[in-house]
């Protein structure tokens, strides 16, 4: 019965759609409708208001919408919408004051000479546009009342034109900031979280492990990732649509002929567009760049664009010929300069000031700050005495920004109804019942969104659909895809939802402003070859994952919050990059290694002598730790060649035998529902008894369906997967303890002058124990043990600093105090002693040592990764790696 309301829920929504109601209202409205007359029907049919729904009832899943509602507004750590308003104001501003039209008449006059140049010209704009407003309609319209004139003007082609304008138009949405990579890493957060607790169950399920490595997690994906990811795609699609048009014009000159520029080439026209090109050039540098080089967050990027927005449309908006229409945007670039001069030479932080010139510093900022902040007020005074464009431009972004988050409340109100009815089941069930496994699930999901398309906007599609199969992707471990990389994919192909007609936004846009001239057929006939060349787009991003992996992974090993080097999630690759380099640096490592076993090494204390023998046995003996890691390597992975269809055609039957047990639960549930209601049914429960039998015969036929080698062959791989295992394990407890043994020492040998200068102090305790309070006493000791706390390996002598304070607090004998203090004395003596010759003679080969493996063998003790390596790791996590013979 649910069925049937599944498929009026639908319903209602296509035919709310289908008549014109508002979206934010359609979907919420058609959720709400849908679970009351459910309701209504249990209660007048079955006695119960929850009897046709799958889990709970009406009151349940209203609750749930509530619950998405509070979830948008009132937890604090779901940061990621607050960046919507700040990029949309950035765009809005951006667009009312007209820099799309300097641009586009700049490129036009660069690129025109070219073959195809004015239409190279719109997409570059269109691509600088999608990078500063990212606003589809704005940036079509603009181009539509500048460039199509302009091209038709010179016979350019009608449909290659229109084309070149509505695809230019849609780059706004996978180039970032765009809001629909916003709304998708908000919604592929929560569907990341639903993904990992279905890998967990399928882990446990399949291995009876409780709990799974961390490295089999599913790695989720924020608003910065959803950025850095769709870059490189973005620059893809621009590259193809020029190409695109250039080849055009070779190919057919008619189509997009050169148009020469009657000017001059001189310094004014250069001037013209340098000053054309900084301005926006510039403040993708700083949104974007901030990001990148991870000094904002994604929101505050989007508020560094608003301002930066506002000091642009500023000098734009100013009359002709004020002679202060640049100073509020000079003022604003000069005081950043002057904070971030002060800043790479000061800590700017009250608390921290330690001279005059920290204070000096502070002040120089303080007044930076101000000019900055009257520059800032500067500009907006200017927007809104100017025909109050400022209101406009609040206005717009308070009714975009209200449209998207009611949409984001409605469709989450629908998934929660859509899942009340069992939908979600089954979707999961059709995608996981199809042959080919995780490749033709994803088309199957691309195929729709695509003709999807052709009816809904972008964010009906990505709040919609998005939650209800993405946790079922993100879930597979076989293609154990990243959710930045499905976001990227669905984001691409909704951007065909702004071309596909009939209701291609982009195509009504433009159909707006052009002349009569040009035929609604001419702007769909243009269109159909840029939804091709987004589909090659498509193709491309899908075929090399590590274009979108790659830029978020490199930003996210080199930012300031950094995984360390010795995270699980990093070791398949960091041993990979490590190995290959031993195969150069080992001569080196022979050598530093022999070096230090040829020094005096009995001036250390026996214990770190023999520590430090050990550690340089262990480093000789490494490579042939490498040598049985890649033995086992080799031995898995040719063993699974032959095992891996096996484990798969299992795991699928397996699977299969589990559902079938789950739904043995769900009518043996059934079954005690009947027989304690106040009218049991016998001929029912008889029935449902048959059914239940029946599934049982059908886990016997799967269960013989398992291949009798099974067993055999599951335990090899067991046995070669242990082995492969132990043999990392060791060889990472070997590197490490190897390496830790060499950092210890240098640590030792290098604080003489810490001990040197705690002697006093040690030393004056002597007098404190025998004159001062005890309470005060007791102190002075606890303060100078904790500045030993820092010294490596000091215990010996803060041991017995503790015992004197225990003393003194117990037995309150200060003699004996005493003798614990002079026997402090006597070990600061010696430890001095043996770590400053010691130094003397071994500080600088066990130097030399650490500089030679300090990037292979003592990799995992560093505190984070250095560029290279963090871009090599980067290039390795960027591959999407099978895991399913794991589960």
């Not at 009611?406 to 089954?426: H, V």
């Not at 993405?470 to 990243?482: C, E, G, R, S, Y």
């Not at 041991?799 to 105090?817: E, F, P, Y």
Request: aromatic share 8%; proline share 5%; glycine share 6%.
């Amino acid at each position: 019965m649910e069925l049937y309301f599944l498929l009026l829920l639908v319903s209602l929504m296509v035919a709310a759609l289908s008549a014109g109601f508002p979206v934010a209202f359609s979907l919420p409205g058609s959720a709400i409708l849908t679970i009351a007359i459910a309701a209504l029907c249990g209660y007048l049919f079955a006695g119960d208001p929850d009897a046709f729904f799958v889990n709970g009832g009406p009151t349940e899943w209203l609750n749930a919408g509530v619950t998405n509602f509070r979830s948008l507004y009132w937890i604090v750590e779901r940061d990621t919408l607050i960046a919507i308003p700040l990029f949309i104001f950035m765009g809005i501003m951006l667009q009312r004051s007209k820099i799309a039209e300097d641009l586009l008449v700049a490129m036009a006059q660069l690129f025109g000479p070219v073959p195809g140049g004015l239409g190279i010209s719109v997409v570059f704009v269109g691509a600088l546009l999608a990078a500063t407003t990212g606003i589809v309609g704005a940036t079509v319209i603009a181009m539509g009342l500048i460039s199509l004139p302009a091209m038709l003007r010179n016979n350019y082609s009608k449909p290659l034109a229109c084309g070149t304008i509505c695809a230019s138009g849609t780059l706004g949405q996978i180039i970032p900031p765009s809001i629909v990579l916003i709304i998708l890493a908000d919604q592929l957060s929560s569907a990341a979280d639903q993904a990992n607790t279905l890998r967990k169950a399928d882990y446990k399920a399949m291995t009876g492990e409780f709990s799974m490595p961390s490295q089999f997690d599913v790695v989720s994906a924020s608003a910065g990732d959803m950025f850095m990811g769709a870059f490189i795609p973005g620059l893809i699609l621009v590259g193809l649509y020029m190409l695109y048009i250039f080849v055009s014009a070779l190919i057919k000159p008619e189509n997009a002929p050169p148009v020469p520029y009657e000017g001059a080439y001189d310094r004014k026209f250069l001037f013209r567009v340098f000053m054309a090109l900084t301005p926006p050039l510039l403040l993708i540098f700083v949104v974007l760049g901030s990001i990148v080089l991870g000094v904002a967050t994604v929101n505050q990027a989007g508020a560094v664009g608003a301002i930066g927005a506002l000091l642009m449309g500023s000098y734009r908006l100013a009359p002709k010929g004020n002679r202060h229409a640049y100073t509020p945007a000079i003022l604003a670039i000069l005081s950043i300069v002057v904070i971030g001069y002060l800043q790479s030479g000061h800590d700017l932080n009250i608390k921290s000031i330690s001279n005059d010139s920290d204070r000096q510093a502070i002040y120089l900022a303080m007044a930076a700050v101000a000019v900055l902040l009257f520059a800032v007020g500067w500009s907006i005074v200017r927007a809104w005495r100017t025909e109050n464009i400022l209101s406009d431009v609040m206005m717009d972004t308070a009714k975009t920004t209200s449209m998207v988050f009611i949409i984001l409340i409605g469709a989450a109100m629908l998934t929660s109804a859509f899942r009340a009815f069992g939908g979600e089941e089954l979707v999961k069930h059709y995608l996981t019942s199809l042959p080919g496994g995780f490749w033709v699930q994803f088309m199957v999901v691309m195929l729709v969104i695509f003709l999807l398309g052709f009816f809904l906007d972008f964010i009906e599609i990505a709040v919609v659909v998005v939650p209800i199969v993405a946790p079922i992707l993100l879930a597979d471990p076989q293609a154990n895809v990243t959710a930045v990389w499905l976001g990227v994919m669905v984001g691409l192909n909704i951007q065909t939802s702004f071309l596909t007609p009939p209701f291609g936004f982009a195509l009504f846009y433009l159909r707006g402003v052009a002349p009569d001239s040009v035929k609604t057929t001419h702007i769909y006939k243009g269109a159909v070859a840029f939804i091709v060349l987004q589909l090659v787009g498509l193709a491309i991003a899908g075929a090399f994952p590590s274009l979108v992996n790659y830029l978020p992974n490199r930003t996210h090993l080199t930012s300031e919050t950094a995984p360390p080097p010795n995270n699980p999630k990093l070791q398949l690759c960091l041993e990979d990059m490590v190995f290959e380099q031993y195969g150069r640096t080992r001569p080196a490592i022979e050598q530093a290694v022999s070096t230090m076993k040829r020094q005096d090494l009995t001036l250390l204390p026996e214990q770190y002598r023999q520590n430090l023998q050990a550690s340089l046995q262990a480093m000789e003996d490494i490579f042939d730790r490498v040598a049985a890691v890649d033995a086992a390597t080799t031995a898995l992975q040719e063993y699974q060649v032959g095992y891996q269809p096996l484990h798969r055609q299992v795991r699928d039957i397996e699977r299969d035998i589990l559902k079938l047990g789950q739904k043995i639960k769900r009518i043996d549930n059934r079954i005690k529902d009947i027989r304690y209601s106040e009218e049991p049914d016998d001929a029912k429960m008889a029935l449902l008894q048959q059914q239940i039998e029946q599934i049982e015969r059908d886990q016997q036929t799967l269960k013989a369906m398992i291949p009798e080698q099974w067993a055999d062959d599951y335990q090899q791989h067991t046995r070669l997967a242990k082995a492969e295992q132990k043999a990392r394990r060791l060889y990472r407890q070997s590197v490490d303890d190897s390496y830790q043994a060499i950092v210890d020492l240098r640590d030792m040998m290098s604080s003489v002058e810490d001990l040197q200068a705690l002697q006093p102090q040690i030393e004056g305790l002597r007098q404190v124990i025998r004159e001062q309070p005890q309470e005060q006493a007791i102190e002075q000791i606890k303060s100078v043990s904790a500045a030993l706390s820092p010294i490596k390996n000091a215990h010996t002598i803060k041991s017995k600093l503790s015992k004197a304070r225990r003393v003194l607090k117990k037995k309150q004998d200060r003699d004996q105090a005493e003798s614990e203090l002079n026997q402090a004395l006597d070990r600061l003596q010696q430890e001095m002693q043996w770590r400053q010759q010691a130094g003397e003679q071994l500080l600088q080969p066990l130097a030399a040592l650490d500089e030679v493996v300090k990037g292979t063998i003592g990799l995992r003790m560093q505190p984070r990764f250095t560029v290279d390596q963090a871009e090599n790791i980067a290039a390795c996590l960027s591959v999407h790696r099978d895991i399913s013979l794991s589960f």
